[in-house]
């Protein structure tokens, strides 16, 4: 089974709208941490967000929010206000905790393409 | 403070030759995670070095090997290269590697086997 889910391989927005990435996830462990990156044709990938499995509140940081939905096994991006600098590829990406808590491995979705337009 | 640097950025080899691929991370950091990004697979999990020891590795052949230095430097060696090796290599670096520190990747190199 896929770990992580992304069933939108691409996606339009108008300039200064919002937008939600989808991303749905699928673990047996209880401690689990939820990032966001985002892949500009260039190549680098930017982090984005962060949302852990025991956090109570969705993570924000500035223009994106995640909307953990915990039962549900989901943790979407929101974008507000979307720039056209937002244009990229997007992948939402799981840490396991695992017993040692050494979960250095990041298991990623097969990304959405982002596309802001004028 | 800079960020995670990999040399080269792009690289040509042929099918059969090998190839070294170098990761610095960001200072103080003492982990580093290797994925291989292709079209048909995406992002894969090659391996992870923490102080100088591998931690974790990903599902691919022997061919693939690394080692991470004191200063926390980390080489990727492949062997052998195969025309399915071409893809975009990403190094990540972590302060430890642990569930909810963020991984800052580098801007990749893109390796061409012909």
């Known amino acids: 089974a896929q770990k992580i889910t992304q069933t939108q391989p691409g996606m339009f927005v108008q300039e200064k709208e919002a937008v939600t990435l989808d991303c749905t996830y699928d673990t047996s462990d209880p401690s689990y941490g939820l990032f966001w990156y985002k892949q500009p044709s260039s190549g680098e990938m930017i982090f984005l967000i962060y949302?852990?499995?025991?956090?109570?509140q969705n993570a924000t940081e500035g223009r994106y929010s995640l909307n953990f939905q915990k039962a549900r096994k989901s943790a979407n991006l929101v974008i507000s206000a979307s720039q056209l600098g937002d244009s990229a590829m997007y992948f939402c990406?799981?840490?396991?905790?695992?017993?040692?808590?050494?979960?250095?491995?990041?298991?990623f979705g097969t990304g959405t393409r982002l596309q802001v337009t004028l | 403070k800079a960020g995670v640097t990999q040399t080269p950025r792009y690289l040509i080899k042929t099918r059969g030759q090998q190839v070294t691929l170098s990761c610095s991370p960001i200072s103080g950091h003492r982990s580093v995670s290797w994925y291989q990004q292709t079209p048909g697979q995406g992002l894969q999990f090659l391996f992870e070095y923490f102080s100088e020891t591998q931690r974790n590795k990903g599902n691919f052949p022997g061919r693939f090997s690394g080692r991470q230095f004191s200063n926390s430097r980390s080489e990727m060696n492949v062997s052998t290269l195969e025309l399915g090796d071409s893809a975009l290599y990403l190094c990540a670096s972590s302060l430890e590697g642990r569930l909810n520190t963020e991984a800052f990747f580098g801007q990749g190199t893109r390796l061409t086997v012909v």
């Open positions: 949302q852990g499995s025991y956090d109570q």
């Open positions: 990406a799981m840490r396991e905790g695992g017993f040692t808590g050494t979960a250095s491995k990041l298991t």
